[in-house]
């Protein structure tokens, strides 16, 4: 596995997650080799650039990608994203944003009613709104631009289509689509279209399309009542968070890029990001990126040691062991040392 730290809290929840994935490994018998690369912004402020020139083939001979989080404040994001984030995804055609959005023991929603959580965001993670193709011009003149194209494909649509209705197929059968068809927006009618002739052929699953707008604030009043989303980029990501945080807190939550046909490693990752606020102070939530490291090793194949993993975590939280952003007092390091010693009481019961 490559291991990408990066930056900000990336550089203390990543070593956290590890610690956890090693001993998950040696209880059941796996070899995880990690093989870490420092790319990050102090790799940008040494070379003035994220990845060494080789640095996608590099990560093209690895079985799956472990990534922190990239993003510093004194080095403008569209470096660090465009140099590091969104061309692994891209080069490595993850089109599908895996969000998992779960009600975790113990910890209370924000929102007033406690109805437990369980809904999945499948998130289109290589086009739509994310595109190259835009551009600023007439730079401090009065009449200064700035162009965003959104481009939609029919087999990019159709691909997380297909994923999403196969997933609900596998879950309770309700697949919601993020849309903006009200005649505002000309990619959406297209996305609505698509999305509805893929669902047409599962009739186990029940497609509901909700304008963006509405389905936010219904996340917030409802969210018990989504089973899947599927959504373009730049909305699977604004909800991806507002989900996380109707959980709990986004330092919780966790993502899966896959490429689906595994032709290309996937890339495993927390949906937060490198957090500069809290960064250094050991403070930082580790879940999100354990949980990622869960849905990492089941998507090697290894199932079991996957749901021992957030079996630890989940008995860590359920006993009042939490980070301040999840209403607690324990730094990173209590967290990850609570679940360490879940992990080897849980053994018994996970081990093949
Ligand atoms: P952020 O997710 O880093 O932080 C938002 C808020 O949530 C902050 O108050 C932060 O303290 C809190 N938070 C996030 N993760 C937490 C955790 N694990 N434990 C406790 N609290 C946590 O978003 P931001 O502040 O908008 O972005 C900061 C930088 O990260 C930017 O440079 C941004 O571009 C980058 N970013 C990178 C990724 C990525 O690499 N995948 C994802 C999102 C943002
Ligand atoms: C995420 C992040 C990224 C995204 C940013 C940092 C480019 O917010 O993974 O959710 O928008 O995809
Ligand atoms: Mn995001």
Known sequence: MAVIAGDGIGLEVVPAAIECLDRIASVHGLSLRWNHLDWGSDHFRAHGRMLPVDGLETLAKHDAIFLGAVGVPDIPDVETLWGLLIPIRRTFDQYVNLRPVKTLPGVRSPLADDRPIDLVIVRENTEGEYS???????????????????????????????????????????????????GI????????????????????????????????????????????????????????????????????????????????????????????????????????????????????????????????????????VRTRDLGGSDGTADVTRAVLERIDRLAREYAP
């Open 132 to 182: 190259e193709v835009g551009g600023r011009s007439h730079r401090g003149q009065p009449h200064e631009l700035a162009v965003q194209e959104a481009l939609f494909t029919r087999p990019g649509i159709t691909r997380v289509a297909r994923f999403a209705a196969a997933l609900a197929a596998q879950r309770r059968g309700g697949l919601t689509s993020a849309t903006k068809s009200n």
């Open 185 to 320: 927006v000309h990619t959406m009618p297209f996305w609505d279209e698509v999305v509805r002739s893929v669902v047409a052929s599962s009739p186990e699953v029940e497609l509901r399309s909700e304008l963006i707008d509405a389905l936010a604030a219904s996340l917030v009043l409802r969210p018990w009542d989504y089973d899947v989303i599927v959504a373009s980029n730049l909305f699977g990501d604004i909800l991806s968070d507002l989900a996380g945080a109707v959980t709990g807190s986004i330092g919780s939550a966790p993502s899966a890029n896959l490429n689906p046909e595994r032709v290309h490693p996937s890339m495993f990752e927390p949906v937060h990001g490198s957090a500069p606020d809290i960064a250094g102070k050991g403070v930082a939530n580790p879940v999100g990126q354990l949980w990622s490291g869960a849905l990492m090793l089941s998507h090697l194949g290894h199932a079991q040691a996957a749901a021992h993993l957030i079996a630890a975590f989940e008995s860590a939280l359920a006993d009042g």
